[in-house]
């Protein structure tokens, strides 16, 4: 199976063509105190806004305008993350033009989950390792029984963020480190989320005139999108790697969770992932959603991307599963969105 990146060099203070690597981008390899502390923040503040917002939405705490900003925003990150972090910096699912590639990493960064770099480094060495030992955060660190797997999905979910240890920038990312603007974009971070998070509330009280309505819009275009974004992608790293189905070849335990395919923009068909990681779609059965493949085909067709990495027939019927799965289930598409 291929680990999914080409970009992972063995020499961390190395770039591919032998020169010394820039200065470390934001967050390097130990995770201090005051990140620690943040990341908490921004975990807990969210959710809390959750658990408030569920009440203020029955007292009809809630507009239209709330819920159109919370999707926009939500859905702008999801694709950021999707298509830009994901499919494209870390497994180079695609080529982009310039314009596109900037766009893409700031759109993945103000899905608030972290500094480009880190990201993209941390999912490398995830696709490396991926359910063994060296997984940044696979469900099944502490063992197969039922206590230790529920402890491996809390670890998988949220713990391991809190991991002092830091995956190697340098060595799993030396691409994106050599690119002065996206080393500027990673190292952006902190401005990003905080233009992520305004931007509701001055939307919000632009168009009512009111601090009541920047309050709500903030509320939910803001905290409860970033707490059901951030959710949903942790599920990926959870959920799908402990549950799902298989129809296809690979190294690990990652499954197809339904359910969260909507939510996920496609990311959430985690075993054709897995089992060919360079492909730009990831639901390649029939009735399979995956909004990121759509709109990869969208920048392909005005010409923003190129070279586009998609499954034919013949790629996905290679990697079908015929173990302990047995059945072939589904018919599959070559059609890429």
């Not at 314009?99 to 990201?119: K, N, T």
């Not at 009512?208 to 309505?213: I, L, Q």
């Not at 690990?252 to 897995?274: K, P």
């Amino acid at each position: 199976m291929t680990t999914g990146s080409s970009n992972v060099i063995d020499d961390p203070s190395k770039t591919p063509d032998g020169t010394p690597t820039p200065s470390a981008t934001l967050g390097g390899e130990q995770k201090r105190s005051i990140e620690q502390i943040m990341l908490l923040i921004f975990i807990v503040v969210p959710f809390l806004a959750v658990l408030a917002a569920v009440p203020l939405a029955w007292g009809w705490g809630v507009s239209w305008l709330d819920i159109g900003l919370l999707v926009f925003m939500y859905f702008l990150g999801c694709h950021g993350i999707t298509i830009g972090f994901h499919r494209y910096f870390t497994h180079g699912s695609f080529k982009a033009k310039r314009p596109l590639r900037i766009a893409l990493a700031i759109a993945g960064s103000m899905a608030v989950e972290g500094p480009l770099v880190r990201w993209v480094a941390d999912h490398r060495k995830h696709h490396k390792f991926s359910d063994a030992d060296g997984d940044p955060h696979s469900p099944w660190r502490f063992g197969e029984t039922l206590p230790a797997l529920m402890k491996g999905l809390w670890w998988a979910h949220i713990a391991w963020m809190f991991d002092e240890e830091q995956t190697s920038q340098e060595k799993y990312a030396p691409d994106l480190i050599k690119d002065p603007a996206l080393r500027a974009i990673s190292r952006q971070f902190v401005y990003w989320t905080i233009l992520s998070l305004a931007l509701p509330p001055l939307v919000g009280g632009l168009v009512t005139m009111s601090w009541w309505g920047a309050f709500t819009a903030f509320l939910w275009g803001s905290l409860v999108r970033v707490a059901l974004l951030h959710h949903v992608t942790w599920s990926i790293n959870s959920i799908c790697h402990a549950v799902g189905k298989r129809p296809f070849k690979s190294r690990d335990r990652s499954g197809n969770v339904w359910w969260l395919a909507i939510l996920s923009c496609g990311e959430s068909w985690h075993n054709l992932h897995h089992a060919d990681p360079t492909s730009a779609r990831h639901g390649v059965m029939r009735g399979q959603l995956d909004s990121s493949a759509r709109f990869i085909r969208w920048f392909e067709m005005l010409g923003w991307a190129y070279d586009v990495r998609w499954p034919s027939r013949s790629r996905i019927d290679s990697r079908r599963n015929t173990g302990e799965d047995g059945s072939r289930r589904g018919k599959a598409t070559a059609e890429a969105a």
